[in-house]
Nanobody, 115 residues
């Protein structure tokens, strides 16, 4: 069983920045992939950024150049640095960790960007 605990959401003005954190209960090397998804009201959950165990990262087109995913192996933690935030980035952000056969999710953290 893998537990993912998120923190760092909140309210920010357009153009501002936030950093989300996700602490895993296991070593990041036990996860094939780890990253972030988001889900806005009435919409499907969508990929934001996903990092593999080797460290390569894929970003959704709508966040490229604005969001950066990073990892702290010693702390079993991944971060999502979000810059140049837009009102359309308002969503609940979920941390994701996958071991292959199993998917794990955090509880979600709300990010609200005001115009």
């Amino acid at each position: 069983q893998v537990q993912l605990v998120e923190s760092g959401g909140g309210l920010v003005q357009a153009g501002g920045s936030l950093r989300l954190s996700c602490a895993a209960s296991v070593s990041l090397f036990r996860l094939n992939a780890m990253g972030w998804y988001r889900q806005a009201p009435g919409k499907q959950r969508e990929l934001v950024a996903l990092s593999t165990r080797t460290g390569s990262t894929n970003y959704a087109d709508f966040v490229k150049g604005r969001f950066t995913l990073s990892r702290d192996i010693a702390k079993n933690t991944v971060y999502l640095r979000m810059d140049s935030l837009k009102p359309e980035d308002t969503s609940v952000y979920y941390c994701y960790g996958g071991t292959g056969p199993f998917d794990y999710w955090g509880q979600g953290t709300q990010v609200t960007v005001s115009s």
